[in-house]
């Protein structure tokens, strides 16, 4: 069977989609990965034949827009994005597609175009919610921005938010959706957001304990826990850290690591402010980033500065990890014990941050309040806090058991997805 995984965003988007690909070749299916030129290298090393859909620059481009203080701008810049990448998906699906092959398609909530295929040609579909944010709910709603509803919220209020919210959604999904429907030739649809809901199967990509499943989610979705995903897998080696890296780590105290997220391009403030904090904090500490140009030119001693290391490697042996709150970067962290300060700054990031207070492994700080003051004096009470590590370490324990894998959960999203062709 041929299976085609459409993928768009950043690595804790795509990363995904490339481990489900690998499962899917391990047993002896036809995988192709459909995304940005960026991830042609993971595909390549997952063994995944590889479509292009966009291009580097434009990728680059995507989260080279400064979002820290207005998050619906980053909203719309991506609803901008995905809809113009909605066409050129379609068309790679229809050109994959042979006479008579069995073929399954999949992707994330706000990806239509394997929903349209179904609708064209009827091809089986799957939508992958990577982070519960994407699900609607009014008994448990997610946390979209930094102030929003709660559960305990009246439901007059609920009823207004969610009005609001879809005027907002519509302006941004719902009316090009359309116009690009129409020119299909098809019907338009009353909401875009929530619309590929209605795949033959929905996976939800992280645990119920994460999580717990709302009265009103849709019944169909099946939950198969965090695929636990940080790029270095599908290689030759087992991965190792960088011989540099691991003397750093091993000089001294368990630094603290900051990451502004693998595709964020617009963070110097905040590397420059973690220097500042760590010196304040008397830490160590270690400033991830691929973009070079994000760094502070001179570094103190006991800072380093990397453009990557394997997380599943790397931050057991951090003392703290602060992050944007992207899922991927929070499933890495409960995986490996250590206490998080998250600095949500859009998308999915608030509510992940919610999650993490909740579970008392982490606390928020966001960034406008991000400065050498206070995350000098975050990073204080975390590190010293025994009862945050405590709970790390409880919740990093049960992830260790078979159950709780990455590799399990991958094979329980592959068992969604290939169980479409048998309907």
Known sequence: MKVLLCA???HGDVLPFVALGRECRARGHHAVLLANPVFRPYAA?????FVEVGTADGYRAMFSVPVEHDPRLAFARIASELLALAPPYLAALQRLREPAEPVVSAGPPLLFAPMVWRERAGVPCATVHLAPA???SNDAPPRLLARGIGADTPGFVKRLWWWGLDRYYDRHFTKPLNRWRHELGLPAIAHAVGWTDGADALIGAFPA?????AADWPERLRLTGFFGVDGSEGGDEPPRLDRELDAFLAAGPAPVV???GTATRTARSFFESSVAACRRAGLRGLLMSHVPEQLPADLPPDVRAVSYAPYGLLLPRAAAFV????IGSTAQALRAGVPQLVR???YDQFDNAARVGRLGVGIELLPAHYDAERAGASLQALCSDPMIR???AAIAQRMRAPDESGPAAIARACDALLSLAKG
């Open 8 to 10: 768009a965003g950043s």
């Open 45 to 49: 090393a997952a063994g995944l034949d």
């Open 134 to 136: 994407a699900l609607r």
């Open 209 to 213: 304990w994460y999580a717990p499943p």
């Open 258 to 260: 900051f990451s502004a």
């Open 323 to 326: 992050h944007h709150g992207g």
């Open 344 to 346: 949500p700054v859009a």
């Open 390 to 392: 405590e709970r790390a």
